[in-house]
């Protein structure tokens, strides 16, 4: 693959991520303002949900590749054993 297509690409793929880390920027407990939020705010004994873009990009990136590959066709939903 040429170096410039390479390059594109890259940008092509960062540009989204980098844009919903910007949109979903968490507190210290991994929540963000849009992620897990209910219609009806007197639910003390309810929590709010940890951030899923924060989730998502802390699993592809925390972990090795196989475990990447693996998340990324379960959730495109191929079988592959």
């Not at 991520?17 to 920027?25: A, G, K, S």
């Not at 709010?48 to 196989?66: N, P």
Request: aromatic residues 12%.
């Amino acid at each position: 693959m040429a170096p410039e297509l390479l390059e594109a690409l890259t940008v092509q793929l960062l540009t989204p991520v980098v844009m919903l880390l910007q949109q979903h920027m968490v507190n210290n407990r991994g929540q963000c303002k849009f992620c897990g939020w209910t219609r009806w705010k007197w639910r003390f004994w309810r929590r709010r949900r940890r951030c899923t873009v924060f989730q998502a990009l802390d699993l592809a990136m925390g972990h090795g590749l196989d475990v990447a590959w693996w998340q990324l066709f379960a959730s495109v939903g191929n079988e592959v054993s």
